[in-house]
């Protein structure tokens, strides 16, 4: 599985369209590790621009703190899993808790 995080200034963007940078993990499930990161830039906001783009960087699951509505339908369209209001800031520590079924969601902040 590669895992997608919206990041600004290393840390979970609050909202996921208007983020610095893609945290990119590939996590192996089984053993849940994560066996690679890279850190893309986000190629900016536009509507509809960032389900494709990430469907393009092979990525089958995002870890938001906040995705409107139309954006997740996007993402699903793009078979990509989305997973809103994560309350971790540390992107690595979002993805190792949501592998081991521990991270701790509260509400999607965004409302659009």
């Given at each position: ?30 053993n849940k590790t994560i066996q690679k990161k890279e850190i ?46 994560t309350m971790e800031s540390d992107p690595e520590k979002a993805v190792l808790h949501y592998l ?13």
């Amino acid at each position: 599985m590669r895992y997608a995080v919206p990041v600004t200034d290393g840390r979970l963007a609050a909202h996921f369209g208007h983020c610095q940078q893609f945290a990119i993990f590939d996590a192996d499930e089984a053993n849940k590790t994560i066996q690679k990161k890279e850190i893309i830039a986000s190629p900016g906001h536009e509507p509809g621009l960032l389900p494709t783009w990430l469907a393009e960087h092979g990525v089958s699951a995002v870890i938001a703190g906040g995705m409107g509505l139309r954006a997740q339908s996007l993402f699903g369209e793009n078979h990509i899993r989305v997973i809103t209001g994560t309350m971790e800031s540390d992107p690595e520590k979002a993805v190792l808790h949501y592998l081991n079924g521990t991270l701790a969601t509260g509400d999607n902040i965004c409302d659009h």
